[in-house]
């Protein structure tokens, strides 16, 4: 033995060993990077030629209120059997305001969908929104569109969108029928 200690000696077939495995690991890890790592970019690309997935909206009639008499007397558990089938999909909501808050991510907006305890809403929105919400004050009336995020507690909604902000649409008054079309009907 030239020059070795005995203690180099008994260490140095260990030391080779846990070389040759760092490098065998890092080998692995370059391998998997480069396989995965162009079909992520290319998914990302897909989804930004693509847009944004087509909204699935509920039926108009299906309003906040009828969500919120479908969760009464239930338990959580039954809750949240509710609200898988409506988590995801997008709806119009109008009310009056309680209130605003301000959120670490946006904004949130706390409205009533009519005039009872029922109905109970809170819709997200982006930081994006920041000068229209500090605008708002409550009892203002406001439609909004979002996605149904979770029905317990009242219930929220993401990614909203503010449609209209003032007083709300008056419904147009059904035609009536003229006298004169009244009577030549009768007279044929």
């Not at 009464?72 to 609200?83: K, M, N, P, V, W």
């Not at 009056?96 to 670490?104: A, C, K, P």
Request: glycine share 10%; with cysteine.
């Amino acid at each position: 033995m030239t020059g070795m200690t005995s203690d180099e000696t008994i260490y140095t077939p260990y030391l080779l060993s846990a070389g040759w495995l760092a490098l065998f690991t890092s080998l692995v890890g370059l391998v998997v990077m480069f396989r995965t790592a162009p079909k992520v970019a290319f998914v990302a690309a897909q989804q930004a030629i693509a847009g944004p997935p087509p909204r699935d909206f509920l039926a108009p009639e299906i309003t906040w209120s009828v969500l919120t008499q479908k969760i009464d007397g239930r338990t959580s558990l039954q809750i949240e059997a509710i609200t898988r089938t409506y988590a995801g999909k997008w709806m119009r909501v109008s009310g009056r305001i309680s209130d605003v808050l301000s959120m670490h991510k946006g904004y949130a907006v706390h409205v009533r969908e009519d005039g009872t305890e029922r109905g109970l809403v809170s819709g997200y929105f982006g930081p994006e929104e920041a000068d229209r919400m500090a605008a708002l004050s409550k009892g203002d009336w406001i439609s909004f569109v979002g996605k149904i995020e979770q029905l317990m507690y009242g219930g929220s909604m993401s990614d909203c969108e503010i449609e209209h902000i003032g007083e709300p649409p008056r419904a147009s008054p059904k035609p009536r029928a003229s006298r004169k079309a009244a009577v030549s009907k009768s007279s044929s």
